[in-house]
């Protein structure tokens, strides 16, 4: 059988068990069965248990229940309405207004949580229902939550990064720091749309209601925000100067977020607990999504299907800009259907030799997949952002895509801005100790 029959074989048997509801995990184990039944010779069962073995036997992984353990426990904590009067009298003089707490929040929780769904619940939670109480537009305010959410996927300690890490062979340390200054340009075009929306609608943002707060009182309740600032800095900071590896600085993340949660009195047994089981199922969710594809990736590995598209795809010249720009397309189709952690561990195995044939540093490119992924997040029927938000403001799905869309645009410029200057994601790690 050709390759093209193979591929639409193995395809169609992911989607159907897919389209029925099977879990995503589940499926790429019946996917990665189904190939290797039909075309190889291989024992599937010999293979599934090296192969599961050896996807969860990683040091570098003990990173991932760390870092969901440590957002969950601050997700339980007043952090998020603490963002919110700590920042709005930072940006009352700024276009846009208090629009712009949405990016910050975001910004600052995305660094402690790593997770990009719960950023935009807890930062939602909270600004949605102050923003409409105030007056302000309904479509900028939740676009600019959906696209600020996905902040949580780049900006480190990130999920996302760390799974790919695992799955490219790359380090997750040099990883972390590379998101750190796209995470920033991101924020800043976020906030710059936010800015030159307002200017051309300055009949949709409210009129500002009563005396500015004085530089004192903004001083003091930005202390508010000092606790979670100084534990960003010792897991981001440790990181970077050499001091701690990336599962080392998680475990000293937990210790500084279960600190704060008891200083701020939200450190129960009972919520300690429900820490745990969310930190819990979080990590097995994932865990058993990276087995499935780790098994599928071995099975498509005895087709010769991923050497195949590899060749294929080299053989069709098209340079550095060429290939990333079918690849944009390709990742972009599958958040139409897939979540952005199914779509690393199952893409990434497969097109890493095309990419370094190409020339292309897979610490870049890893940046650039996670900033695709987040336009998945926003991107209908499954993206999850957008499943969130619709959850909190009870709004049409297409709808919220429609007020997303800007900020589905600005993932697209950042994009470009990282390929014409692939800098902004390599300086950082090459300046490492």
């Not at 003990?62 to 920042?87: C, H, K, N, Q, V």
């Not at 709005?88 to 990016?103: A, I, T």
Request: charged residues 10%; aromatic residues 10%; hydrophobic residues 60%.
């Amino acid at each position: 059988m050709s390759d093209l029959a193979q591929a639409a074989v193995l395809l169609s048997v992911l989607f159907l068990l897919l389209g029925m509801g099977v879990w995503v995990a589940l499926a790429l184990i019946g996917c990665g069965l189904a190939g290797l039944m039909l075309f190889t010779s291989a024992p599937p069962g010999i293979l599934f248990a090296t192969t599961v073995w050896g996807s969860t036997a990683s040091w570098a992984l003990t990173a991932l229940p760390l870092f969901i353990w440590m957002g969950e426990i601050l997700y339980r904590t007043r952090l998020s309405e603490d963002m919110f009067t700590g920042l709005g009298p930072w940006v009352e003089k700024l276009p846009g207004r208090l629009v712009h707490v949405n990016v910050l929040a975001c910004g600052i929780f995305a660094a402690v949580s790593g997770s990009s769904a719960a950023t935009a619940a807890t930062i939602g939670r909270i600004t949605l229902p102050e923003l409409k109480a105030r007056g302000y537009d309904d479509a900028i305010a939740i676009g600019s939550l959906a696209g600020a959410g996905t902040l949580g996927l780049l900006i480190p300690p990130s999920i996302v990064m760390i799974v790919y890490g695992v799955a490219a062979q790359v380090s997750i340390v040099k990883l972390f720091t590379a998101g750190i200054l796209p995470g920033i340009m991101l924020m800043v075009l976020f906030s710059g749309y936010i800015a030159i929306w307002s200017l051309r609608h300055p009949d949709r943002v409210p009129p500002k209601n009563g005396p500015a707060v004085p530089l004192g009182e903004r001083i003091k309740r930005l202390r508010l925000l000092a606790p979670v600032v100084l534990l960003i800095v010792a897991v981001i900071g440790s990181i970077y100067a050499g001091i701690a590896t990336a599962t080392e600085a998680a475990t000293v993340g937990v210790a500084g977020a279960l600190v704060i949660a008891a200083f701020g009195g939200s450190l129960g047994w009972k919520s300690f607990v429900a820490s745990l089981m969310g930190a819990a199922r979080t990590s097995c969710m994932i865990t058993f999504i990276l087995m499935g594809a780790s098994y599928l990736t071995s099975a498509m590995a005895f087709t010769g299907l991923p050497a195949n598209v590899a060749a294929w795809i080299t053989s069709m010249h098209l340079g550095q800009y060429g290939l990333l720009a079918v690849l944009t397309v390709f990742f972009v189709a599958m958040g139409c259907f897939l979540d952005g952690i199914s779509i690393v561990v199952l893409t990434t195995a497969v097109l890493l030799p095309a990419v370094q044939a190409a020339g292309i540093d897979p610490l870049w490119f890893g940046v650039y997949l996670i900033l695709v992924v987040e336009m998945a997040q926003i991107t209908p029927p499954v993206g999850f952002n957008l499943f969130v938000i619709q959850g909190i403001t009870g709004r049409n799905l297409f709808e919220l895509t429609r007020m997303a869309l800007p900020f589905f645009l600005l993932l697209v410029v950042a994009i470009v801005l990282i390929t014409v200057f692939p800098q902004i994601v390599l300086v950082l790690p090459q300046g490492m100790r």
